[in-house]
Every structure is written in C-alpha cells, then in structure tokens.
C-alpha cells in the first residue's frame, strides 16, 4: 500500500459515509463531507490568489472550525496557526516573521485583535472571514475576504498572484505547516514542515498506536500546537476514524465530553492529565465506563506517579511518547500491550533512527547518557533563515534535540532532564525530573516543578515549586525532611514554594529556565515571593482550570 505523501493525501482514508469530524453538541462531519468541505474551501483560498508558496496564518478558537480552516490552509498553501490568546504585540511579530500572506479569523470579537494586529504589519496581510458553522449540523462554511482598511487591499493587490491564475495544489516537498520554537532560552526559530513530513509522521502515529476506523480522539489540546495537530487530529483521520472536536481542554467537562463524545483515546500534557486526575473523585465510574482503549501523553515527561493513578483511574495503558515540533511531533513512544511499556521510559524509536551522542560527536553505547540525536523522514531540513541554529543543531545528518537521555539495553529511551534545565549545584548535576517524580510522592502534592536558582557560590541552587491537593496543606520543612529520605542532600531543594497554579508556557508545558527570576527568587537566600497573578497569567490554554486556579 503506498502511502500518502500530502496532508490532502492522508484524508481519502475514511470510508465516505464514516464520522470524520464530531462537534461537541454531537453534530457530524462523514470523511466524504470533510473532503467535500476542505477542498472546496482550498479551493475558496486559490480564488483570492493564495497558492502553495503562500503563508496563510490561522487564529481561530479550538473546535471543528479551527480543523477544517487547519486542512483548507494547508490544502491550498501553507498553514501557519497562532495562539488565539497572542496579545497584539505578539502577532504583529509572528505575522511579521512568518511573512504571512493572509490571515483567516472567525468575524467575532475572537479575531479581533489579530485583524488589528494585520493592519499594523510591515506587509500586506490579506484578512478572511472564516463564516458558518460544523455544530449546526450542516457543515456550511465560507471563507471570505473582507474588506481591509488604509489601503491594504490596494497594496495586496499589487503584490498578489491574478486569483485566475493556477497556481496548483501543494506537492510532498511543498512546506505545509510553519511553526514556531517556544523561544524560552532565545528568539523563537521557524519551523517549516514538509507536507512529505506530515503526512508521514501522521500515519506513523497512528501506526504505533494501532489506529483503525473504530478509533475516535477525544481532541483537547490546541490546534496551534504540533502534538493536537498530529496526534489528536491527523493521526486518526489518516486511519478513517474520528475526531471529537472540542473547544479546548476543561477539566470541569472532561467526563461529561468522554460520556457524550464516547471516544477510544485522548491525548494531553502531563498537567492535563494532573487536572483529570485532580476532578476524578465523583467520576471514577464514569472514568472507567468510557472503555478508552488507552490513554497517550505527550510534550513533557509524565511522572510515574500520574501515569500509574491514572492507568488505575481508567482501567486503560498509559502510552508515554516523545516527541518536538522538529521531528513533526512523535520520536519514541511505548508500546501498547502485549509488548512492554517501561515505567520511566518514553518508549521505543517510531519512524527515526536515534542515537546518544555525547559532546565530542560520539556514539554512546547503552546506559550512557548523552543528547539524543535523531535523524529520519519526519525531522526537519533545517530552521527557516537560520545558519547559526541549524550549525548549532545538526551534527553530521543528525539534529541534537538538547534533551539528555540513554537507551537501555533494549533500545527504550530514558530522558533525564534538558541539558539547559539540567541543575549544575557547585558541579554536581541534579535532573529535575527526578526531583519532580519524588515530590509528587508527598500524598499532599498534587502538581510539582523543580528548576535552578542563581546561587553565590554554587552557582546554581535546587529550587521547587508546588500545587497541593485539594483540602491538604503543605509545609516546607516536612517535604523537605521527606525528599531526604529518598534524595541526596545535594538534589533537596532549599527553596519549595506554595502556588496556586504552576506557571505555565502558551502551549501548557511547564517552564523550568528563567523560572527563579519570574519568581522573585534572585538568590538563595533572598525571600521567595508567592505572586497571586500566576493564576490569571499562565492559566492553561483552552477553558481548563487548575486545581485551585480561576
């Protein structure tokens, strides 16, 4: 069976009269309707001159709309989809950087900043109207061009294909999908994803999990996000199944949506899944009642912990995967049963070659830890105008993905930390994964994040930050008294911190580097602080809620 080499390509899987895309009222999409509706509004995009070389940046809210505006995109030329919660400043500098030829919104107050945003780019950014809507039950969508202000249609017009022009569909080496490095340690880098790579790394997933046409993701993280991209949207559409299109993650929702939308799987960040876990008490029965298939978690390492209480919670395997945005998401995963999954481990390589390289360039053998390095059909050609990120990155065909790890005996992959995040305590090294995993023991320790603090001496101090469960009070001595039964002293963090919220990046992971400063703590013997406007500032993307957040 030859496979697809576009993203337009892994559609034709699904049976014509199969659910492809499912509202969260429980209105239908069919895979026929779905490729009726993404290429004819491919087609509504070609009309207003956008073609293949094209970026066409997306802000609309997570749902069904946001998919098919997703698939049109990149079925035309070349998707670009950005956080909907980007104040002005932000997108003016994405639509900037990405060079964006257009820039498709809902007619709501939802796209509101993002249009005002447009008009204040250095080029000419063409804005569309995303109208209609999947959750009527019809399936009637449009896309639109509005009416621009100051001149700027003028000034696209000069600068634009003739919209009679045929400008063709996107071939395998035509970038399909540009996003964006979260830039946490420097300006963020642009990513350009091959449609070769999408629809490669999709069908992988899908493959690695064993994805059939019975199969229906329950879709919570963000379609901005490469890991909702692929494995929540893509990788079931690519084996003709579904996708249970939601409008973001809610946590307050969560087991109503398993029940109404009855999907087999669901695919989150750990502190999705901590969130779960945290509203689990009154819907155990409802937990277990939903049958999922399995449970995947992806973007961050997911504490053995959390992977074990929430096997328990649904009666379902846990699959850790690896993955970044330059490998177009998935690198290892574990494997589903009967093979084994490996507590601690992400898993085994999927579609990659891998290998623990160490800082002269070479190839470790088993138990040594090094960075892991990887190479393969899914892994970038390189960062878009960038020579020094991509000299820095790639070693003789190999991109080092900074992440340090070592492979067992059996090829499974063990992650120990970032080589950035690593804590570096007066030359002894500290993974704060570790820490993390021995903190979330404390049955009074809901969420935990451990980072480095600036320290006058050592140079770097073991810090922590905590969330406590529900009801529980947490006290400083005592974790760490009980951290000190299990860790080294040097790896005890001399600072733990009582949040209500762990603070959090735009796409949900949590963020160790530059953690101390945003903190107050500037050294370790200043006062911490306990800023309150965490909650309101690193809330989670969609509507979730933490534990105790807003």
């Not at 790579?197 to 199969?215: C, F, M």
């Not at 320790?445 to 406590?468: D, I, N, R, S």
């Not at 760490?480 to 299990?486: D, H, I, P, T, V």
Request: a negative charge; hydrophobic letters at 40%; glycine letters at 10%.
């Amino acid at each position: 069976m030859t496979r697809p080499t576009t993203l337009r390509g892994l559609l034709d899987a699904g049976a014509d009269h199969a659910p492809a895309i499912v509202a969260s009222g429980g209105s239908v999409l069919t895979h026929g309707e779905l490729r009726a509706e993404v290429d004819r509004l491919a087609d509504r995009l070609s009309s207003l001159g956008l073609g293949p070389a094209d970026r066409i940046a997306i802000v609309v809210p997570n749902g069904p709309e946001m998919a098919l505006a997703f698939l049109a995109a990149a079925g035309a030329g070349c998707a670009a989809p950005l956080n909907p919660k980007y104040r002005a400043d932000e997108l003016r500098f994405y639509l900037d950087d990405l060079g964006a030829k257009a820039l498709i919104t809902l007619p709501d107050d939802s796209g509101a900043t993002a249009r005002d945003a447009a008009r204040e780019t250095a080029g000419a950014v063409l804005p569309v109207s995303l109208v209609g809507s999947v959750a009527d039950g019809t399936g009637a969508l449009d896309l639109a061009a509005e009416p621009a202000r100051d001149g700027a249609l003028d000034r696209i017009a000069e600068s634009a294909p003739d919209p009679a022009q045929d400008l063709g569909r996107p071939t395998p080496d035509d970038v399909g999908l540009v996003l964006h490095t979260s830039g946490t340690t420097s300006r963020p880098k642009i990513v350009p994803l091959r449609q070769r790579h999408l629809a490669r790394s999709a069908a992988g997933i899908a493959e690695s999990l064993a994805l059939t046409h019975q199969d229906r993701s329950l879709q919570v993280m963000p379609l901005f996000h490469i890991h909702g991209l692929l494995a929540g949207l893509l990788a079931p559409l690519s084996a003709g199944g579904a996708v249970a299109c939601t409008e973001g993650f809610d946590a307050f929702r969560f087991f109503a949506q398993l029940e109404a939308l009855q999907p087999s799987y669901y695919t989150a960040v750990p502190t999705m899944h901590q969130m779960v876990i945290s509203r689990s008490g009154r819907h155990r029965d409802a937990a277990r009642a939903a049958g999922l298939r399995f449970v995947r978690s992806s973007s961050a390492s997911l504490p053995t912990p959390v992977l074990t209480e929430l096997g328990e919670l649904f009666g379902a395997p846990v699959i850790e995967a690896y993955g970044m945005t330059e490998a177009t998401h998935q690198m290892c995963a574990n494997p589903l049963p009967p093979a084994e999954a490996k507590p601690r481990s992400v898993g085994v390589p999927t579609g990659i070659e891998l290998a623990i390289l160490d800082d002269r360039d070479r190839q470790l053998t088993p138990g040594e830890r090094g960075e892991v390095s990887i190479k393969g059909p899914t892994v970038i050609d390189g960062y878009e105008n960038n020579p020094d990120a991509n000299a820095a990155a790639f070693t003789d065909g190999w991109f080092r993905t900074g992440d340090e790890g070592y492979l067992d005996g059996d090829g499974y992959l063990f992650l120990t930390g970032r080589l950035k995040e690593q804590i570096n305590r007066g030359g002894e090294k500290v993974s704060p994964l570790e820490v993390d995993e021995a903190l979330l023991g404390h049955p009074a320790v809901a969420q935990a994040v451990t980072f480095a603090m600036p320290h006058p001496k050592l140079g770097e101090e073991v810090a922590a930050a905590v969330v406590a469960v529900d009801g529980s009070v947490v006290d400083e001595r005592e974790l760490r008294r009980y951290l000190s039964q299990s860790l080294a002293a040097f790896k005890v963090p001399r600072r733990i911190l009582v949040l209500d919220e762990l603070p959090k990046g735009p796409t949900g992971k949590l963020q160790r580097i530059g953690l101390a400063e945003r903190l107050g703590l500037t050294t370790s013997d200043e006062p911490a602080q306990r800023p309150s406007e965490w909650a309101s500032e690193s809330a989670p993307y969609g509507r979730g809620r933490g534990p105790s957040g807003p």
